[in-house]
């Protein structure tokens, strides 16, 4: 017998798979993911995950969910509400019904609701029984409620495995449900099976054969009648790639170490969210990475600013908590003027905060969590595929400039996926390590008035990089360390006249990078905004999201995204005097805009949330709306394109 | 580099410069003590100690009494380097040229 | 979890991979002193390693620019000024991790720490363990004055319980390290001890450490005439304690009997000491009178067993409180495998299975797994 199909084209769909943490969400959502991307969406994925490894199952607190908002046109975010939400236990439907819209629909495992599960999630009733009923809590939204567990046990029977582990195909039983709704290509997923448990050909046959189960049940059964079609976006041309910020960031690192030709050296202790790209650098011996899982953060550091000093590219990766405990060894490669790359994959804080949450509140760290005057250059990437370019930036400043440079990337872009243009090798920048091989300064005891002696504190006159002279060339031998040095000589120097001299040579030293940076990208439409929206990292895309739903509503804003936080690009100042208003949206309660008034004497106004979430693009639409209308003396309705809408009719986001 | 002892201490040897060196590197000749130079470390600790100011740091002679940074190495040729004076016992001679300078009466110790 | 037999480079010296001064060139002390002034107190111990070491170096043979000394914070963290080599002054107790990424990103470096008792075994506790367990090829040496002295005179971690300093005018609490125990603890492939005013046996001390391929870990006894002068006088025969020095040190020779005390060579003892160490019947090692036992009960030091057992027995006979017997020399000198040895190698192993440009393969790499073009 065959059903009846219909297929509804969609500019956009947000989906969330959710379920326990031992359901594999997070694998079920990357593999839709890869779906859509080979397909040609557009998309932006969110994965949220709890702190615990296995927190106790069935619970709120142990639920693993997975975003992903893919589309036919350009998008920037993972999206505020999810239009699908698959639930694979209770309390993964209570955890995120919440933030359903009116009208959602909702899979959920029927099997999984049983007393004991509904009561760990604080359930008093099971509400799939009260379906249809005068006082059903789901009667916003569309329910299908599925027997994924006893379906996908039946599919993969042949295979003879436990009901325990036989059950555990569920999520890709679930999968395969989801990739026939939304006619997403099954092959990606069909090879990423085979080759993942090639070694386990019973696990193999019944992943697949539950992956294919999902598929058909779609296609069979009469609950789901409608099949969605979402184009393949316009993209600029090129080869696509999906990729994490992590994994984008270790590539950067591995790329910056090709194009300097200097072997790169990590030296990391494991941390959430940093520690993949500790994972991904091990696997990349075969470019020269050697990388040291090291005792402690300060370890990490220390031996990266070894490495550097013996001439590799140092890198030490962490997040907020390891940045505390590294802030003396930065100040050390201040002082010592070596190369070195510090990554800062922010998460929530203070203290151990929320370690698998995102938040942006450590600007003011890497700008002051040192004693001193230690300036260290920040630059921050503004997306999952941003974040390989922003490596690669962040080591021509600090191999240039022979400094520490802070790369602050945060836990959405560190997990978060989008499609990336794949760049070429050889249009990235060519970095110059430049190191010191002869005397470069005239002793009086020089018999030619040739340099017969090493400073390794004479200044190149453009870009006051010192010298970098690695051990093993002869005549240049030097010592260096974290006592202030007499300028140019840089033996140690207590006279209070040269360390005002050298404090302040250090900060023009940074101050400098700011001429080696390109203008700042104005997003202004009409030309006629009085309010500028500034933001910087991992906000790029809800900020341009808010700002396209404000100009959809017929009003003018401007965007300016700022990549280098330290030293702000020459033109920022003049940027920033030609708006009426300013408004700075960060996931901090207002570092950015604290650093701008500070610096340009300018009325930001910010705007701050600290949910542990990327900004919600409605939401702050509503804000740069109100805005808009204080500056431009009217009142401002964004409708559809605010808060009020129910789900947008068009690319909302 | 190394301390060097010098004329004052000539009929004196107060000694508390030999207490005072942390590698025992002060040895005693007949009429003065001598600084080995080999084994001297340029501490410092002896010349601060020395009721008369005998002892100099190699670049601090005059011009009068450079002679005696020879007349000290000169005080080992035969004696060698033993490693510590308490591994060598109190000399019965002294460099020539201390051997013939003037004896003085214990009265003209400067204090 | 899986384990995985790694790679064993073969077991080399400490120094063959580091370029020697080319042949008919002599190298003396003075090419490396800097031009640095010395900063330390008159009288300071760490003047007498200095010149021990500069004097040592130039016996290395190697090029003075492949030299690196790494310290930390502390009167002894100025080493490095003082000598024309390359070297780092760096923060507290960080020498070892900063040695490490030194002598890890490179195999053609002789690489020395220099660090104090408070610098290496209190803020810097950590990375010293560290270092010894994982074997890097470097020398720590570890000027052990029992005080801070820097800091004007607090109680060190290897100051004795009871004592009085600035910090603790009624007694310090605080059990101190034998440092030596420690590194043995931490399975280090090589430990000394030695003295500063003790110039040959410093310098057959650090011949040896230099040789050892992996982490030498030497103990250099170092009195402070300022804050915590005499700490040593005994095991020197020095002040108060001129004579005990016989008593007072051990010493330890690769495949000798241990004895000490009196040696009358012509006497019925055949120039062993007066007092010997044996094994007791617990296990424990004890100090006994050599005229008492036969002179094959005697302990022979094996400072190559591969169980350090022995070696921590032995380093326990070392005085707590005021250090009036202590054994002296290498405890301990076995061949372990390099962290830094077999990191090189799996980098250079990873190489080597792989051609091409490095751009063609990270070109290679970014286009790996699902693409799709757009046209």
């Known amino acids: 017998m065959t059903i009846e199909k219909q297929v509804k084209q969609l500019d956009r769909v947000i989906i969330r798979f959710a379920g326990d943490s031992g359901d594999g969400m997070q694998l079920t959502g990357d593999r839709f993911t890869q779906e859509s991307a080979v397909f040609g969406n557009d998309l932006v994925t969110l994965p949220s995950f709890p702190a615990e490894i296995r927190a106790p199952q069935g619970t709120i607190p142990g639920v693993s969910s997975f975003q992903i908002h893919f589309a036919d046109h350009d998008i920037r975010t993972a999206g505020d509400r999810p239009d699908v939400l698959v639930a694979m236990n209770p309390a993964a439907l209570k955890a995120n019904l919440g933030d359903l819209p009116k009208g959602a629909a909702i899979i959920v495992d029927s099997a999984d609701f049983t007393k004991r599960n509904l009561d760990k999630a604080g359930y008093d009733a099971n509400p799939l029984d009260q379906l249809g009923e005068v006082n059903d809590p789901l009667g916003d939204f569309q329910v299908h409620a599925v027997d994924l567990t006893g379906i996908t046990v039946e599919a993969v029977k042949e295979f003879g495995l436990s009901r325990k582990d036989a059950s555990r195909a569920k999520n890709m039983f679930a999968l395969g449900l989801l990739s026939w709704m939304y006619g997403r290509p099954t092959e990606p997923t069909v090879k990423f099976l085979e080759k993942k448990f090639s070694k386990v050909p019973d696990i193999l046959g019944a992943n697949l054969a539950a992956f294919k189960a999902g598929w058909n049940f779609g296609e069979t059964t009469e609950t789901f009648v409608v099949q969605y ?81 013996a001439g590799s590219l140092g890198v030490t990766t962490t997040s ?36 698998t949450k995102t938040e942006q509140s450590d600007l003011l760290q890497a700008m002051y969590g040192r004693n001193g005057e230690a300036p260290v250059p920040i630059v921050a990437p503004q997306s999952p595929g941003d974040c390989f370019g922003a490596a690669v930036e962040a080591a021509r400043i600090a191999v240039t400039y022979r400094t520490p440079v802070m790369l602050l990337s945060d836990g959405y872009l560190a997990n978060g996926s989008e499609p990336w243009q794949i760049p070429s090798i050889d249009e990235l920048p060519v970095i110059d390590p430049n190191f010191a091989t002869t005397p470069n300064h005239v002793s009086k005891k020089s018999a030619d008035g040739e340099p017969d002696e090493f ?53 023009e030293k940074i101050k400098r990078i700011a001429n080696s940076l390109p203008p700042l990208e104005i997003d202004d439409p009409s030309g006629e905004a009085k309010v500028l929206v500034i933001g910087w990292g991992s906000t790029y895309g809800p900020i341009g ?64 949330h600290v949910y542990g979430l990327p900004l919600k693009a409605a939401e702050l639409a509503e804000a740069v709306g109100a805005l808009v209308g204080e500056a431009e003396g009217k009142d401002v309705d964004l409708g559809e394109h605010g808060l009020n809408m129910l789900s947008a009719p068009d690319g909302a986001s | ?73 000169d005080f080992f040729a035969h004696v060698g380097s033993p490693g510590g004076a308490a591994n060598a016992n109190v000399s019965d001679h002294d460099h020539p040229f201390v051997a013939e300078h003037p004896h003085r009466s214990s009265r003209e110790v400067r204090v | 979890m899986s384990t995985i037999d790694l790679p064993l480079p073969g077991a080399r010296t400490g120094t063959e991979l580091i370029p020697a001064v080319d042949e008919g060139v002599t190298q003396t002390g003075k090419d490396f002193t800097s031009d640095q002034e010395v900063r330390w107190c008159p009288g300071c111990g760490d003047y007498a390693v200095l010149k021990a070491v500069q004097g040592f170096l130039p016996d290395l043979g190697l090029r003075r620019e492949n030299i690196v000394f790494v310290s930390g914070i502390g009167c002894s963290s100025r080493f490095p000024y003082y000598l024309d080599t390359y070297g780092m002054h760096s923060i507290h107790g960080r020498a070892p991790s900063i040695a490490t990424g030194i002598a890890t990103a490179r195999e053609d470096l002789s690489v020395w720490v220099v660090t104090g008792d408070g610098d290496a075994l209190s803020i810097g506790g950590n990375h010293l ?57 931490a399975e280090a492939s090589f430990v000394a001890r030695t003295i500063d005013s003790d110039r040959k046996h410093l310098t057959a001390v650090l011949s040896a ?45 690769h495949g000798e009997p241990i004895t000490f005390g009196v040696r009358d060579e012509a006497g019925p003892l055949n120039g062993l000491g007066d007092k010997a160490l044996v094994r007791s019947a617990s296990g424990n090692i004890e100090v006994v009178d050599t005229a008492d036992i036969s002179t094959e009960a005697i302990l022979v030091h094996d400072a190559h067993d591969p169980d350090p057992s022995t070696a921590f027995a032995i380093s326990r006979l070392t005085a707590a409180d005021y250090l009036n017997r202590s054994p002296i020399g290498i405890f301990r000198q076995v061949e372990r495998p390099t962290y830094d040895d077999q990191a090189r190698a799996q980098v250079s192993d990873a190489a080597a299975k792989v051609s091409g440009s490095a751009e063609d393969r990270l070109t290679a790499l970014i286009n790996a797994g699902d693409t799709w073009t757009i046209d």
């Open chain 1, 229 to 309: 079609e979402i184009k393949p976006a316009k993209m600029k041309s090129g080869t696509y790639r999906n990729i994490t910020g992590n994994l984008a960031l270790s590539y950067g690192l591995v790329a910056a170490g090709v194009r300097s030709g200097l072997p790169v050296f990590l030296g990391s202790y494991p941390i959430t969210p940093a520690t993949d790209i500790l994972h991904e650098l091990s696997k990349h011996k075969s470019f020269g990475v050697t990388t040291l899982q090291a005792e402690d953060e300060i370890a990490g550091v220390g031996a990266a600013i070894g490495a550097s000093f």
């Open chain 1, 320 to 355: 907020g908590p390891g940045i505390a405990l590294k802030g003396e060894a930065i100040g050390l490669a201040v002082m010592t003027e070596l190369p070195l790359l510090v990554i800062n994959v922010q998460r929530g804080g203070p203290s151990t905060g929320l370690p």
């Open chain 1, 455 to 507: 400073w390794p504190y004479l200044r190149d006159e453009q870009t006051y990089a010192r010298p970098w002279a690695i051990p093993g060339t002869a005549g240049l031998e030097h010592r260096i360390g974290g006592l202030e040095k007499g300028e140019g000589h840089g033996n140690i120097s207590y006279d209070s006249v040269n360390h005002d001299r050298m404090v302040r040579i250090r900060a």
């Open chain 1, 545 to 608: 999201a808010a700002c396209r739903r404000v100009r959809r509503a017929g009003y003018n804003v401007a965007q300016v995204h700022l990549r280098h936080l330290n030293p702000f690009p020459n033109d920022l100042g003049a940027i920033l005097k030609k708006y009426d208003k300013v408004l700075v949206p960060e996931m901090n309660l207002g570092q950015l805009s604290k650093m701008l008034r500070a610096e340009y004497l300018v009325d930001a106004i910010g705007y701050n």
């Open chain 2, 1 to 73: 580099m190394t301390y060097v002892i010098a004329e004052p201490c000539i009929d004196l040897k107060d000694r508390a410069c030999v207490d005072e060196c942390p590698v025992d590197c002060i040895y005693e000749g007949k009429r003065m003590l001598y600084i080995h130079p080999d084994e001297c470390v340029d501490c410092g600790a002896c010349e601060p100690v020395c009721p008369v100011e005998a002892i100099f740091y190699e670049d601090d002679l005059s011009d009068e009494t450079q002679a005696y940074i020879a007349i000290n190495a």
């Open chain 3, 129 to 185: 363990i560290h270092a010894l367990r994982r074997n890097v090829n470097m020398t720590i040496l570890l000027f052990n004055n029992r005080i801070y002295g820097l800091t004007k005179g607090q109680y060190s971690p290897t100051s004795e319980v009871g004592k009085v300093t600035k910090s603790t005018p009624v007694g310090s609490l605080d059990h101190p390290f034998n440092p030596v125990s420690l590194a043995l603890g």
């Open chain 3, 209 to 253: 450490a230099a040789a050892h391929r992996g982490t030498s870990f030497v103990e250099i006894y170092q009195n402070c005439p300022i804050f915590n002068d005499g700490a040593f006088d005994a095991i020197k025969g020095m002040g108060d304690h001129k004579g005990e020095k016989d008593y007072a040190i051990i010493p330890l020779n």
